[in-house]
Antibody
């Protein structure tokens, strides 16, 4: 059974930083691209970032480029989102999601974690 | 700039069929080849119900079906059940590599 579990969310001040983790199980982690998707309170879904199976290739939404960094540790079946220079509009539930193939060009998300809430507030 | 537009809400009675549309504003007709659909119950994670327009993942009921034209993609849910009440999101992949979501549609089962 595919499982994804986020951790690391919480309250952070504007301008601060946070690292989200997503621990996975139930599949061959290194064979799949992985993504982060966020959802602001009461709003829709927004894709944030993707990383290829090897970790060599990444891509970001324009709204987070230069502030967020995605990475993975295939030995730990875990991937991460380092978020910095946080703003109020970064407040959201951050979901980690599995992509159905290896490439960072993967086009959809086949399994999702339960989400981690990040609140940016002073 | 691409954007996927969905109706804010739809409703139907148990046993009926409903259709949710997903329209791209940029005129990129290829975007409809990669449309996927997600179901999200309140407080829960999204769940993939269709990918590449009309393919169903394992375990998804055949009451969920998808289609596309040159101008829109659609999700149809037949034989509505109370458990279908949820938010539904379309998503696609643009020719600039952006994974784009629609604004979501709230389905109410009357």
């Amino acid at each position: 059974e595919v499982q994804l579990l986020e951790s690391g969310g919480g309250l952070v001040q504007p301008g601060g930083s946070l690292r989200l983790s997503c621990a996975t199980s139930g599949f061959t982690f290194s064979s799949y691209a992985m993504s982060w998707v966020r959802q602001a309170p009461g709003k829709g879904l927004e894709w944030v970032s993707i990383i290829s199976g090897s970790g060599s290739f990444t891509d970001y939404a324009d709204s987070v480029k230069g502030r967020f960094t995605i990475s993975r540790d295939n030995s730990k079946n875990t991937f991460y989102l380092q978020i910095s220079s946080l703003r109020g509009d970064d407040t959201a539930v951050y979901y980690c999601a599995k992509n159905p193939d290896y490439s960072y060009g993967s086009r959809y998300f086949d399994f999702w974690g339960q989400g981690a809430l990040v609140t940016v507030s002073s | 700039q691409s954007a996927l537009t969905q109706p804010a809400s739809v409703s139907g009675s148990p046993g009926e069929s409903i259709t949710i549309s997903c329209t791209d504003t940029s005129g990129d007709v290829d975007i409809y080849n990669y449309v996927s659909w997600y179901q999200q119950h309140p407080g829960k994670a999204p769940k993939l119900i269709l990918y590449y327009v009309s393919s169903r993942p394992s375990g998804i009921s055949n009451r969920f079906s998808g289609s596309k034209s040159d101008h829109a993609a659609s999700l149809t849910i037949s034989g509505l059940q109370a458990e279908d009440e949820a938010d539904y999101y379309c998503q696609s992949y643009t020719n600039t590599g952006i994974r784009l979501f629609g604004g979501g549609t709230k389905l109410t089962v009357l």
